[in-house]
């Protein structure tokens, strides 16, 4: 009988120690802070803002926020960016809210949509969602109908009537409308017809509405990577890296063989292309244009002599590379391309062109002098004294033979009769040593052409 008290004694106090520890466990999970990841549009729909969304769900994903909250301010842009981000929301485990504090129109409705719950400011309007090319007029059918049908969809998959998201599309869609008028809601209108779960005139109201006010906020800022894209991504800096490359270049084949002028083109040119690469502006087939115009005026440079076909066709793909990839077209597709931003991306890359050609002829003799070229570029002076002299007046010579004093790339020096000349290789690089026959002259050099039979120095 004293055992069985002591059993049941020792009984109640574990229960009561089980049931202390489950409590204190319920208790801090009930205590602990939420948290609100915080992000913002407010531009264009376009490549950038696409990125963007991703880079932000995926810090949101590593920070463990439990609520994402969207600031929307956005007159619309780009179907097929708008699109990404819809799905992306709507796969996203964890509730997104929208605040449209203004402005939700065409990709920006869509994007909304997208959200689980949607808030808007005194005065907000969403919809207007109908597709226009670039000209601001009704985009064909077929676009009409992609974009009424992700509207439905959309609107579906968060319990909204998708006669009405349709209606934002396609006028004739809801009956109450005239002709040529799509459905575009006030925050009260959205409210009443269940696009909109609340006013609120803030960020901080929206929160409170959630009943989040105590929540821990992150709020989203780029990483100084994504800033160093941006930074690229500035029209300025995109002219500027325009003018390396264009005068890199230039200058390349006005002195072929430095070197130097080539790899600053290069350089500028991964500098200039990878930010649009990043923010989805520069596709593969752009690239590859690009690729192929560097190519083509490197074996103009140094395989091809002269300049012709194939230096003219390689500058031709750069500068239509250049031009492409400043715009968001889709393929050969450019419906949606704005006449304004093809002209100032036309206008960026001719002033890079024009500024490059102005900088090198201002800055060529200080340039050709710098320390970093004077071991690719020929800086001596040559006396007569030492055997050297100048090809002006030098008609007696054209027919002579003699040797190539340098390896000619295709310039270089040659020597006839123990006197050495400036010249130039008519067809292909001459190496040290081969004998060359003077075919003509000009005022600063010869023009030569290999000979079989060489000698050697």
Sequence with gaps: MKSDTKFRHWHTLFCLFVCLLLSTGAHAQETKKQKVFIMEITSEIDPRTNRYTQLALDEATSQGADHILLKLNTYGGAVNDADAIRLRLLEYPKPIYVFIDKNAASAGALISIACDSIYMAPGANIGA??????????????????????????????????????????????????????????????????????????????????????????RYELSGTNKIISFFLNPVISGLLILIIIGGLWFELQSPGVGFPLMAAIVAGILYLTPFYLNGL???????????????????????????????????????????????NQAFDFTFVSPDRLMESLISVLMGMVGAVVIVVLTWKRVMGSRALRHVVLSNEFHSKEGYRSADSAEHLIGKTGIAYTRMAPSGRIMIDDNIYDAQARDGFIEKGDTVQVIDQSTFSLRVRKLEGDVTL
């Design 282 to 328: 520069a596709e593969n087939w752009e690239i590859l244009l690009f690729v192929a115009g560097i190519i083509l005026i490197a074996l103009e440079v140094f395989v091809v002599p002269g300049f012709g076909v194939t230096g003219i066709g390689g500058i031709v793909l750069v500068f239509l590379s250049l031009l492409l990839i400043m715009v968001n």
């Design 129 to 218: 969602a109908t597709v226009v090319g670039a000209d601001g007029q009704a985009a064909p059918g077929k676009y009409q109908s992609y974009m009424r049908s992700i509207m439905r969809s959309t609107a579906e998959a968060n319990g909204r009537d998708p006669r009405l998201a349709e209606a934002m599309v396609d006028a004739s869609v809801d009956s109450t409308l005239s002709a040529g008028q799509v459905l575009t809601f006030t925050t009260s209108e959205a409210i009443e017809n269940g696009f909109c779960e609340g006013r609120a005139n803030n960020i901080d109201e929206v929160l409170q509405i959630l009943n989040l006010q105590d929540a821990e906020i992150i």
